[in-house]
């Protein structure tokens, strides 16, 4: 077994640990390359965590309230970025994502793509949606309002707002992540349905 991972990079913080195998988590080739889908989907997993252990003892909510947006919003970028991505299998338009962290082109994009293919989506799931990026983009229109306590010139972030309520997030991230895995289900049925029809 270790020579298997004599083939892959490590150090001291970032390897494998055999006595304690069940904490081991497979990255890259080694079980991958994982998707943006992926990637969305662990972040959404992590907010979902952080929320539910919210009311433990210990946890101070004016604390763990920046991790915890800062993963809802980073879930929400890249799962606009993967909609782009794998909605453009099916249109097989040249439609990409922006590389940068604003949602509101991206997610412009992914309903056009979402028009065009016709996917089988609630409008109400669209407008839950859009009003998720628009109330994100509000606050945080590029990343870094929940990374940095202020910006590069010093300027102090969230000084306009007074309260995030945990809880409304949670009924909120939940509702999110449901419609999210829907598309998704949706989205690869259609991807395996087109590529089964395509000759050889």
Known sequence: MAKFFRAFKQNELFRP????????ACVGDNGGPYSLYDYAYGYFEAT???LESVRKEG???????YPICLNLR???????KYLISDLTKLTRSNAKFHMN???????STALHLIKQTKLDVDP?????????????MEVDPNGSIFRYPESIKGDQHLKE????????????TSLLVKIVKEWHYKIEARIEAANEKRPN
Request: no cysteine; glycine share 4%; hydrophobic share 55%.
């Open 17 to 24: 640990d055999f006595e304690r195998a069940d904490f081991n």
């Open 48 to 50: 979902v965590l952080l």
């Open 59 to 65: 946890w101070v909510n004016d604390l763990i309230v």
């Open 74 to 80: 980073h879930a929400v970028e890249l799962y606009i």
């Open 101 to 107: 962290h604003s949602l509101q082109g991206n997610w």
């Open 124 to 136: 109400n799931e669209i407008r839950f949606v859009t009003g998720i990026v628009t109330d994100i």
């Open 161 to 172: 707002w007074a309260i995030v309520n945990l809880a409304v997030v949670n009924d909120l």
